[in-house]
């Protein structure tokens, strides 16, 4: 284990702890906290290991979303239904991954950008199945009390973090995580020296998602309601670039830092100038982008890698 | 000229179209286990195109290329690398982040299924070592000098334990010093017994390591010989060599 | 008679997709940036529309010759002082940065003009034509043909002018162009500020026909995607081929489906085009 790698098992370890210190403020924060870093980490799997500029964050978790809400309004406990979402997720996005991943740069980003537009036109239309615009309503996952509703679903969503953390510490000193760098610094050696590259993009992409989704099954059945310009906003594929960037591309430790810091800068901006919010959620972007590129993009490429050797 | 041995590599009437462009024509060639063979020609003749659809990189348009047996005109490129094709590239493709090390150890480890981590970084330090790396193995690919990085590109390609190997232009942009290091490394790697395919423009290395020569010319092949026969030909002289260098050859004997 | 109606339909809307699409195709091809923020400029040109004419009582025929400078200096300035800083960073910086640009200016709309949904109504209407059962409002008439007077001078633009010739060089070989003296960075910002007015002049167009809202911008973003991707990149006569052929299928699909799947056919066909032909219809290859 590498040090970077423990240090990001310690921070989660300490966000587990956050129920000690404050009501249901802290755990609607704490659970926003740990989905945030769900995208972060997930999104750097295909964005930071392998280098493409995915934009379906915001996909994953709306289908997620709504493949659990649709469950549980057919009866299937909440547990069954969250694992059919994870499944579902995967495969559904390694045959996407397998089609949309021969496109490079701009054209991979618009394509994965357009998937967000093409599912949320999907649920949109099928009414029957989904309530169409009309939002679908989740029955309540048991009747405990709202703050020990909160409870529980700040544990479930710390407990998908962990899950995600750990697989995605695996991929990154395994041989997909070397292939998918590989891929990232030159795609052409890369198949040239036996690499299966449309497989490991088409993995890297189904982790990417499943994760996701299973975050937004969990948000679905957290939340009660879902409509799918909510789950399917495109800021939450923006979020995690953002993220990322912020803490360090390619970095589990770094984009956890980032999503942890993002979310707070969004509370505090939230909470002040709620009518301008995104706007100033712009602006960051724009003062991120122009005045820290490199702070943000500190971490070099290649550390990722020299760690695993020496470790 | 050695008798004729087993074949390894064989494309019958291999054509390649780019829109309308044709970069390969109807090419029919055989290639024998433990050959070298020189491919020369004029630029845009179409030698890298013939490695390209060997490799699955740009597939045949039409015809069959058989590789040590089978059929692999439809063969997707990491699937004839994991066959046992290998090449260097004329513009030199490494991992650019990575140390030399990392760079040799992803070609083992990717071109063998069964390959381990740790075996895959033991055999990158023996390839390091043959191409005389060994000093250079932690250092960024990036950083390397372009010899340096032509001798990665060969550890590479090494570590991918071939049955054939191309190689594209290896002395191309490199002094005479690295040239003849260069060429001393085709020859000890012809003396291993590994079968090669190689693009040159240096008439003098192609004399001096290559058993046999093809000869591109707008994408068809024009000659195919032993070398002395190959350069005293006609066509061959007038579409390439020209007639200083047939010239200047005779006068030599 | 109906597949008549849908033909010219599909003629009228196609014309005004070129022209929605028409600024991001040349800010794509020649910065290689997907520049976000030209939906929300399309929404600010029908809000500057709809402005003139409900208060100052400026038709929108005017509106159009102050809108084109007023972009042009924006977007201008915009690149000049900000993008021009990222230029050659990644696909994912420059896409985020317009992103956040978008989020302002978004914001700003929906701050000072709230989200409803306003419309440009001209007083007398301009009535509709109808020819045997065909019926085309004039209004929209009028707008794709301003639409295809923009485009063709844009066309002009960059045919004929020197720096037209310019932002041409620069698309199809930056470096080469530097070589032979252009000044790249300033024709960025020449093709940006051109982009950006192409997008507010589509605006005005745009407010005669369409409802007023800062949450449309996004569909005329989306619309200019679809048109790019399916013309081909950076070029006058693709946005036009991406901008009929988008609205056929729209309308076919609308009349075969029904208009609720009209949105969702678009940008399938947007995705199977990527993956099958990435360089449009009339895109050459070899650009990525």
């Known amino acids: 284990m590498t040090r970077a790698n423990f240090a990001l098992l310690i921070l989660i370890v300490i966000v587990a702890s956050l129920p000690l210190f404050g009501g249901a403020y802290a755990l609607r924060v704490g659970t926003l906290a740990c989905m945030y870093a769900i995208f972060a980490l997930s999104w750097n799997v295909v964005g930071g290991f392998a280098g493409y500029p995915s934009f379906a964050t915001a996909a994953s978790f709306g289908l997620g979303a709504y493949v659990t809400g649709i469950l549980l309004n057919n009866g299937v406990p909440l547990p069954a239904a969250l694992a059919g979402t994870f499944i579902a997720l995967f495969l559904g996005a390694v045959a996407l991954g397998a089609v949309l991943l021969r496109l490079r740069g701009h054209y991979f980003a618009i394509a994965s950008l357009s998937l967000v537009e093409v ?9 029957d199945l989904t309530g169409g615009g009309m939002g679908l309503n989740i029955p309540l996952a048991s009747s405990s009390g709202i703050l020990a509703d ?38 052409t050696a890369a198949n040239m020296v036996g690499l299966n590259t449309t497989l490991y993009k088409s993995i890297a992409f189904g982790l990417s998602a499943c994760f996701v989704g299973t975050a937004g099954g969990l948000y679905a059945a957290w939340v009660h309601y879902i409509d799918p310009s909510d789950v399917f906003d495109i800021l939450y594929s923006v979020k995690p670039i953002v993220m990322a960037l912020m803490g360090g591309l390619g970095s589990p430790l770094g984009v956890v830092c980032g999503a942890f ?51 | 000229m050695p008798e004729m041995q087993h074949e390894i590599l064989h494309l019958s009437n291999v054509s390649r179209n780019f829109g309308g462009l044709r970069a390969l024509r109807d090419v029919s060639i055989s290639v024998s286990k433990g050959e070298v063979l020189g491919l020369i020609g004029p630029n845009g003749a179409g030698k890298t195109t013939l490695v390209n659809t060997v490799c699955g990189v740009t597939p045949a348009s039409a015809g069959v290329v058989t590789f040590d047996g089978r059929d692999i005109t439809r063969v997707k490129t990491y699937q004839a690398a994991r066959l046992g094709l290998s090449r260097t590239f004329q513009i030199v493709q490494p991992f650019a982040e990575f140390s030399a090390l990392d760079n040799v150890a992803a070609a083992a480890l990717f071109s063998q299924p069964g390959e381990s981590w740790k075996s895959a970084r033991l055999e990158a330090r023996t390839h390091l070592a043959f191409v005389g790396l060994e000093a250079q193995a932690d250092q960024c690919a990036a950083t ?36 003849e290091r260069a060429t001393k490394l085709i020859h000890q790697l012809a003396a291993r017994g590994i079968t090669i395919v190689m693009i040159e423009h240096l008439m003098k290395v192609v004399l001096n390591v290559c058993t046999r020569i093809a000869v591109l010319h707008n994408g068809e092949l024009i000659a ?20 200083q260098y047939a010239q200047r050859n005779a006068a030599r004997g | 008679m109906l597949a008549v109606q849908v033909l010219i339909n599909a003629l009228v809307l196609g014309c005004l997709y070129a022209c929605i699409a028409i600024g991001f195709s040349l800010v794509w091809g020649v910065l290689n940036v997907i520049n976000l923020i030209h939906g929300s400029f399309i929404v600010l040109g029908a809000y500057l529309a709809w402005g003139a004419y409900q208060w100052a009582h400026i038709s929108p025929w005017y509106a159009l010759l102050f809108a ?42 929906i701050y000072y003009f709230k989200a409803d949904y306003r419309k440009l109504t001209l007083s007398p209407p301009t009535g509709s034509i109808s020819l045997f059962d065909v019926v085309v409002p004039v209004d929209r008439l009028i707008a794709t043909a301003s639409a295809l007077a923009l485009t063709g001078l844009l066309y002009l633009l960059l045919r004929r002018s020197k720096v037209g010739r310019a932002i041409v060089a620069v698309r199809l070989d930056r470096d080469a162009a530097v070589l032979m003296g252009v000044d790249v960075k300033s024709i960025y910002a020449v093709a940006f500020g051109l982009g950006a007015a192409l997008a507010g002049c589509a605006g005005v167009l745009m407010a005669l026909i369409f409802p007023i809202s800062p949450l449309t911008s996004s569909a005329y973003l989306g619309k200019a995607f679809v048109v790019c991707v399916l013309g081909g990149l950076g070029s006058v006569s693709g946005a036009l081929a ?31 085009f990527l ?6 219809l009339l895109g050459r290859k070899g650009f990525e």
């Not at chain 1, 599912?119 to 009414?127: C, D, G, K, M, P």
């Not at chain 3, 993956?275 to 449009?280: E, I, K, L, S």
Request: charged content about 15%; proline content about 3%.
């Open chain 1, 150 to 187: 909160a409870m529980f679903f700040f544990y479930a969503m710390w407990g998908l973090l962990v899950l995600t953390a750990l697989v995605v510490i695996v991929v990154s000193v395994s041989k997909l995580g070397f292939g998918l760098s590989c891929i990232r610094q030159n795609e």
């Open chain 3, 68 to 109: 084109a400078p007023l972009f042009f200096g924006f977007g201008y300035l915009l690149q000049r002082l900000l993008l021009n800083r990222v230029i050659s960073a990644p696909v994912l910086v420059t896409l985020t940065l317009t992103f956040g640009l978008d989020l302002i200016l978004n914001n700003a709309m």
């Open chain 1, 119 to 127: 599912f949320r036109e999907l649920i949109n239309n099928a009414t």
């Open chain 2, 224 to 243: 195919d010989g032993a070398p002395r026969d190959v350069i005293k030909n006609q066509a061959v002289v007038d579409a390439y060599l020209g007639q």
């Open chain 1, 261 to 311: 810091l993002y979310l707070g800068l969004e509370e505090v901006v939230w909470r002040n100038y709620i009518q301008i919010h995104s706007g100033v959620l712009g602006v960051l972007i724009i003062v991120l982008l122009l005045f820290l590129p490199h702070g943000l993009i500190s971490l070099r490429w290649a550390m990722v890698w020299r760690k695993v050797k020496h470790a």
């Open chain 2, 144 to 179: 390397l000098t372009l010899a340096m990085r032509k001798r990665l590109e060969l550890a590479k390609a090494l570590a991918m334990k071939p049955k054939l190997l191309f190689l594209d232009e290896v002395n191309a942009g490199l002094n005479s010093i690295e040239v």
């Open chain 3, 275 to 280: 993956v099958a032909r990435p360089q449009g």
């Open chain 3, 242 to 272: 991406g901008g009929l052929l988008l609205a056929l299928v729209e309308g076919i699909g609308s009349v075969y489906l029904g208009p609720a799947h009209a949105t969702t056919l678009s940008f399938v066909l947007l995705i199977v």
